[in-house]
């Protein structure tokens, strides 16, 4: 667990000093946070077909 936050600290770090590798570390980063993205785009998705489903419902007991 330690060691993992200090290679984000020197990812972080990295990211800020130069603006040219930038790129390699944010797709170094995505990589290890894939889970999470993925995770991410599955509650969006949730949420987004339970504001709908609620639309639906209002437009339905509306007419």
């Known amino acids: 667990m330690h ?3 200090y290679k984000f600290n ?3 770090k990295k990211y800020i ?3 040219r590798d930038s790129a390699v570390v944010g797709i170094v980063g ?3 946070s894939l889970d999470f993205l993925k995770m991410l785009i599955f509650w969006s ?3 987004n077909s339970v504001v709908l489903l609620v639309l639906l419902m209002v437009c339905a007991f509306s007419v």
């Open 30 to 32: 995505k990589s290890k």
């Open 10 to 12: 020197v990812y972080r």
């Open 17 to 19: 000093r130069s603006g």
């Open 45 to 47: 998705l949730v949420r």
């Open 3 to 5: 060691f993992t936050k």
